[in-house]
Structures are given as C-alpha cells and as structure tokens.
C-alpha cells in the first residue's frame, strides 16, 4: 500500500543513521514495529492491581514439573 507522508526530513536520516538502516523505508518500518511494541507493554501496565492471583499457587513447584 503507497502511502505519502510529509516526514520531518533531518529525523528521518537521524534515525537511518542511528539504527544503521540501509533506507528510509527500511527505518520507518522498524520505528513503527517499536512504537507498537511499546505500547503493547504499556497496555499490560494498565493491569496493574487489576488481577487477582491465587496466594496457594506454588511457582517454584511449578517449574520443578516442567523440568522432569
């Protein structure tokens, strides 16, 4: 899908240099795929005191099942 953008041009290089990008294109993509990342992680901050866990669950016991 084509998709013209009026991009700050110094930030683009900026960022293509950083990340050591071959194009812009290339840097675009990969600043996109971190901006979601982060927000997903932010999404999961927001469960925050939001879930109940159980006080018997044996974390510890559980990773000696998976080991055997």
């Given at each position: 899908?084509?998709?013209?953008?009026d991009?700050?041009?110094?930030?683009i290089?900026?960022?293509?240099?950083?990340g050591?990008h071959?194009?812009?294109?290339?840097a675009?993509t990969?600043?996109?795929?971190?901006?979601?990342?982060?927000?997903?992680?932010?999404?999961i901050?927001?469960?925050?005191?939001k879930?109940e866990?159980?006080?018997?669950?044996?974390?510890?016991?559980?990773?000696?099942?998976?080991r055997?």
């Amino acid at each position: 899908m084509a998709t013209n953008l009026d991009l700050d041009d110094a930030l683009i290089e900026e960022a293509v240099k950083v990340g050591k990008h071959r194009t812009k294109k290339e840097a675009v993509t990969a600043a996109l795929l971190e901006y979601i990342k982060r927000r997903g992680r932010l999404g999961i901050l927001q469960l925050e005191g939001k879930i109940e866990y159980d006080p018997r669950y044996d974390y510890k016991a559980a990773r000696k099942r998976k080991r055997a």
